[in-house]
């Protein structure tokens, strides 16, 4: 078939190697003039690194990543809101941080076609009637007989799926996010996070190597309402830096350095849920689909899952309508109930609602320690809720979570 992708990120890049594997003839578009990384880290689960695996890219992810043993979050008087260990779910089990970069440039050295993307190529819309693309500049693209778009949470593609297109709000939350290098930080295999109610929140996060740069990185976040987040100035920075030195006073001297907005990025996030992800010859994927808070932090390896099962879909049925209606069954049950979770889980943790932050800090750690209640939630944390392989790591021939596995790549 003759294919076009829409955006060069996550879900782009992992469509274009997994499709053009398959001998379609792929023609990928990305606004940016230079496509790379965009973000500081992120915390790649099971599920996503196991798309990896299969891509036999999960080796040299381990190597630039850094392993997550377990996610630790605590009120700045250290009592213990959240701690759940990778290892409970099943031993051997982790989490890996990755810088922004180093998925990338993974992503982009294993895709044959990358010199060939089109860049600084803003789609504009797409005509169901003739198969083609417009891009911002009037230029016309295709026929193509499949159009994926893969334009992130703000796509403009998406649209084509009509009355498909249930939800796309802004969360009134975001973040400020960066990257921070600390050789000697002292918890390398733990997500830090110190909550103070649901107006505070601050995060680290140990994403491994940073392309292009030495040393160890960690990605450091700070909740801020949305609105505050748009309007982050000079004047935000010093207030941050008094917040982190109120309620996290170890890391005020990795914060120091922050003189300027322009050094942290900003992140506001949608809630995007469509009844159905392809109309005719569009199929919409990754954030561009289903874009949720990071709370749950499970978009990348959303991205990856749904770049997996869409080329499944196509190597399995020739027919097109019937190989994304598969494609739309074999990922619903995990997307509805990941942006369940986010919708219901945000507001704890990034609101106004004071009440939430005293139900979270006195009942998430009695009610972790439940044995009926543990196994949920770290299905949750590991990205296998409503999976269709629950256990599915250990069902990879080439399993990542095997002792002494080095790495197929
Ligand atoms: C602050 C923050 C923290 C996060 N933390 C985590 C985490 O810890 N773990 C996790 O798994 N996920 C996390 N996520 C979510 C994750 O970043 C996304 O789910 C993931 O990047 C989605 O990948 P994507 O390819 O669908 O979209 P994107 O990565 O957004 O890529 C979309 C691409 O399309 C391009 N594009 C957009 N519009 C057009 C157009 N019209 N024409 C051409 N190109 C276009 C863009 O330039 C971009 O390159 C986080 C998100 C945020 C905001």
Redesign the pocket.
């Known amino acids: 078939m003759r294919i076009a992708i829409?955006?060069?990120?996550?879900?782009?890049q992992a469509s274009a190697i997994l499709l053009s594997a398959q001998g379609h003839d792929v023609t990928v578009?990305?606004?940016?003039p230079e496509?790379g990384p965009?973000?500081a880290g992120?915390?790649?689960?099971p599920t996503?690194l196991a798309v990896l695996e299969r891509m036999g890219l999960a080796g040299r992810a381990l190597a630039l990543g850094q392993r997550i043993e377990e996610l630790h979050g605590t009120t700045p008087r250290g009592r213990a809101v959240m701690a759940m260990r990778y290892r409970d779910r099943r031993e051997g089990c982790f989490g890996l941080g990755m810088t922004r970069g180093a998925l990338f440039e993974l992503l982009r050295d294993a895709h044959a076609g990358a010199s060939e993307v089109r860049t600084g190529?803003?789609?504009?819309g797409y005509d169901a009637a003739t198969r083609r693309l417009a891009d911002t500049d009037g230029r016309v693209h295709g026929p193509y007989d499949l159009v994926i778009a893969?334009?992130?949470?703000?796509?403009?593609?998406r649209g084509g799926c009509g009355q498909h297109v249930r939800r796309q709000s802004l969360y009134p939350w975001g973040?400020l996010?960066s990257l921070l290098r600390i050789d000697d930080w002292p918890e390398p295999d733990r997500l830090l996070q110190r909550y103070a109610g649901t107006r505070s929140m601050i995060g680290m996060?140990p994403v491994g190597t940073r392309p292009g740069h030495a040393g160890r990185w960690l990605t450091f976040?700070f909740s801020l309402p949305g609105e505050a987040v748009e309007h982050f100035d000079d004047a935000g920075v010093v207030a941050m830096k008094a917040r982190v030195a109120e309620i996290w006073p170890e890391l005020s001297p990795h914060v120091a350095h922050f003189a300027h907005a322009g050094q942290l990025q900003r992140?506001r996030?949608r809630d995007v849920v469509l009844a159905r992800p392809h109309h005719g010859p569009l199929v919409v994927?990754?954030?561009?689909a289903h874009?949720m808070s990071?709370q749950l932090?499970?978009?990348?390896?959303?991205?990856l899952l749904d770049a997996a099962a869409l080329a499944d879909a196509l190597a399995s049925h020739s027919d097109l309508a019937v190989a994304l209606e598969a494609y739309r069954r074999e990922r619903h049950a995990h997307v509805r109930a990941y942006q369940r979770m986010s919708r219901w889980l945000t507001p704890l943790f990034q609101s106004d609602r004071t009440a939430l932050g005293w139900c979270r800090d006195a009942l998430f750690g009695p009610v972790g320690r439940v044995p009926g209640a543990r196994g949920p939630m770290l299905r949750i944390l590991t990205g296998e809720l409503r999976h269709p392989v629950q256990d599915g790591i250990g069902q990879i021939a080439n399993d990542p979570y095997s002792p002494g596995y080095t790495g197929s790549d």
């Open positions: 829409a955006g060069y990120g996550t879900a782009g578009f990305e606004q940016s496509p965009v973000g992120f915390l790649l689960q996503g190529t803003r789609i504009a893969a334009d992130g949470a703000h796509s403009v593609l973040a996010w996060l976040y992140a996030y994927i990754g954030d561009a874009a990071p932090g499970q978009g990348v390896n959303m991205a």
